[in-house]
């Protein structure tokens, strides 16, 4: 963010048309990153630098993708307590069960996620660029030894990117302090929680039968009572009778 800031600030000073150009490449947005040689090149150490943030970028997008996965599910998970659903399988789907998710997040969040960060990668490519220039002889020929690297930034575009970054902060933020489970349970994708649940107490060909049917995450102890606090219960999937889990009880 205050690389950004540095070019954008410094572009407005350095020219009153900073903003108005727009993306377009301007001769007074270049910069110099390594100082020009006749013997070595100065292209790869701008190269790096101009594409430098695409690859932030692109780890800030797999940390948010996993946040995202993690939610989508714990979702799952408070869902199958609160409703009958069927088992999501990556196979071919049988009875009730459901095909795993596209990218493995819901497409509410899957599409805007991938809209904004082609927005957010593409506003990066505006913002900055390699400009190469090559000087020519009199004979109209490029001179290998009169070539120069610079960087090349757009205020505008460098501007648009904060204000992207800002938006999805804050858009990040609200999306956690405004969405909760309705169980308050969290699972997501602790192995140990996973596998206590999925051994449900039907046998034989019940127990075969239930992975095609729909099924509920609850108190499936059978008796529904309050019985004496601390006393060991059952929650796990089952297609049969199953009910919320009752406070006080310590469940296996």
Known sequence: MAFA???????????????????????????????????????????IVANLPQVVFSCIYLLHNNLFTHYALAHEWDNFAARRKGLRVSDMPRGAQRSTWFLSLPARYSIPLMAFSALLHW??????????????????????????????????AIVCVI????????ATLAFGAFTW???????????????????????????????????????????YRDGMEGEVRRAAFSSGIVRSLIDGHVYA
């Open 181 to 223: 489970l309705g169980s308050g349970i969290l699972v997501g994708s602790n192995s140990a929680l996973i596998s206590a649940a999925v051994h449900p107490i039907a046998d034989g060909e019940q127990r075969r039968q239930m992975q095609y049917k729909e099924v509920m995450w609850g108190d499936v102890s059978g008796v």
């Open 123 to 156: 506003l990066l490519s505006q913002s900055l660029y390699l400009v190469r220039i090559d000087g020519v002889n009199s004979l109209g020929e490029v001179d290998e030894h009169d070539r120069i690297a610079r960087l090349g930034y757009s205020s505008t």
């Open 5 to 47: 800031l540095h070019f954008a600030i410094g572009g407005a000073r350095g020219s009153q048309s900073a903003f108005s150009s727009g993306f377009s490449p301007s001769i007074q947005s270049l910069a110099k990153v390594v100082d020009d040689s006749a013997t070595s090149s100065s292209i790869l150490p701008t190269l």
């Open 163 to 170: 204000v992207g970054v800002t938006v999805g902060i804050l």
